[in-house]
C-alpha cells in the first residue's frame, strides 16, 4: 500500500469538512463521523451514490502511535471515518 503524507491527501482527495462529529479535526473543523453508516448517509446525500470508495477509516496506530487513515471501512482502533469528494485508490496517510 502506497503512503502519503496528511496535507498530500487533504489536497488530492477534498475531504467533507464542516459537517462531521467530533472525532476528527482540522484547525478545528470536524472531518470525522462516528460511525460507517453515518459517514455512507452523508456520501450519499451529496450524491457520491457509489459512496464506498469516498470513505476512509481514521484509526489509531499503537506501533507508531500515530493517526492512519486508509481506503474503506476497518473495524480495529477506529476513531471514525472522513468522507472524500475524490474516490479512494491504494492509499494510506499518516496523520
Known amino acids: 500500500m502506497k503512503t502519503i503524507t496528511f496535507d498530500s491527501w487533504m489536497d ?10 467530533d472525532c476528527g479535526s482540522v484547525d478545528g473543523v470536524g472531518i470525522g463521523f462516528g460511525s460507517y453508516f453515518s459517514a455512507r448517509q452523508m456520501a450519499q446525500s451529496l450524491g457520491l451514490l457509489d459512496g ?3 470513505i476512509w477509516t481514521i484509526h489509531h496506530n ?3 502511535d500515530c493517526w492512519l487513515i486508509s481506503p474503506g471501512p476497518e473495524c480495529v482502533n477506529v476513531i471514525g471515518y472522513v468522507v472524500t469528494r475524490k474516490p479512494c485508490g491504494d492509499l494510506m496517510v499518516i496523520w
Open 12 to 21: 488530492t482527495f477534498n475531504p467533507i469538512l464542516g459537517r462531521g462529529q
Open 62 to 64: 499503537d506501533e507508531d
Open 52 to 54: 464506498e470508495p469516498h
